[in-house]
């Protein structure tokens, strides 16, 4: 059997084109459109949510100055949790314009950036902890295995 590589290569493309931009599409507008019906973005459902992540504990560094970076940090969450255990040196990425906005309310450092370009642009940066708690599902194979190259 002859099987047309460019054809199929083309095909290929043309699906990941589609699947890009619908998810940039989902993620312009990702708290208004499917996150907000799930939490709550006021102080109440960051210390529910804070409360949820108390097993995480035993994971973190002892040393509160601890550079922390959390990729795909939504409203900031997990970075609201980690401010209130006494960590100092904390920053979340997110590439949800929504999602930045809330977390600054909410006087958190969430900057907007798609987790490739965010560590392409930072190689030289050191962290002593990275986060990903809900961003690799998000993203394709081929994503994952690039974010897991720039982690040493």
């Given at each position: ?16 084109g589609k699947f890009m931009e619908h ?95 965010f560590l392409e642009n930072n190689k ?29």
């Open positions: 059997m002859i099987v047309n590589t460019v054809s199929s290569k083309k095909r290929e493309l043309n699906r990941e998810r940039k599409t989902l993620y312009r507008s990702y708290i208004s459109s499917i996150y907000q019906n799930l939490n709550e973005l006021s102080e109440v459902g960051y210390e529910k949510a804070a409360k949820g992540y108390k097993n995480y504990l035993k994971f973190l560094p002892k040393d509160k100055t601890s550079r922390i970076l959390d990729c795909g940090a939504g409203p900031g969450y997990f970075v609201y949790f980690l401010k209130k255990q006494g960590y100092t040196n904390v920053v979340g990425i997110d590439s949800c314009n929504q999602a930045v906005e809330i977390a600054k309310g909410m006087d958190l450092n969430i900057l907007r950036y798609d987790i490739l370009d030289s940066e050191c962290f002593d902890l990275i986060v990903a708690l809900d961003i690799l599902e998000h993203l394709t194979k081929d994503e994952v295995l690039k974010v897991l190259s720039y982690l040493e």
